[in-house]
């Protein structure tokens, strides 16, 4: 099973950028697709990004399209998520969650490991 270490995070103004890191271990990174989520309080989880790390594939929520980019960096065994041009409502603890690849399921779909979370705080 996969184990992630995230890292990142913090308190930016608005309009700023942070980018956080997901580092996987423990299996083969490239049989993996590795989704963004976050969750403010109050609200349900909303998925962010989603990136196939064999073919780096990638989709992205509307709410952050243009804003946010997820990469990976196989050699590394990290997926990144770049945000730029950040909003208050921004503001959520973020997570990062490896999903097996699997016939049944498409990217970022079915069965995840997960990180432990950071927080993104944006001030107005």
């Known amino acids: 099973e996969v184990q992630l270490v995230q890292s990142g995070g913090g308190l930016v103004q608005a309009g700023g950028s942070l980018r956080l890191s997901c580092a996987a271990s423990?299996?083969?990174?490239?049989?993996?697709?590795i989704g963004w989520f976050r969750q403010a309080p109050g609200k349900e989880r909303e998925r962010v990004s989603c990136?196939?790390?064999?073919?780096?594939?990638?989709s992205y929520a509307d709410s952050v399209k243009g804003r946010f980019t997820t990469s990976s960096v196989n050699a590394k065994n990290t997926v990144y998520l770049q945000m730029d041009s950040l909003k208050p409502e921004d503001t959520a603890i973020y997570y990062c969650?490896?999903?097996?690849?699997?016939?049944?399921?498409?990217?970022?779909?079915?069965?995840?490991?997960w990180g432990r979370g950071t927080q993104v705080i944006v001030s107005s």
């Open positions: 423990g299996s083969t990174f490239d049989d993996y697709s």
């Open positions: 990136i196939g790390v064999s073919d780096g594939s990638t």
């Open positions: 969650a490896a999903y097996p690849k699997s016939p049944n399921w498409p990217l970022c779909g079915g069965f995840a490991s």
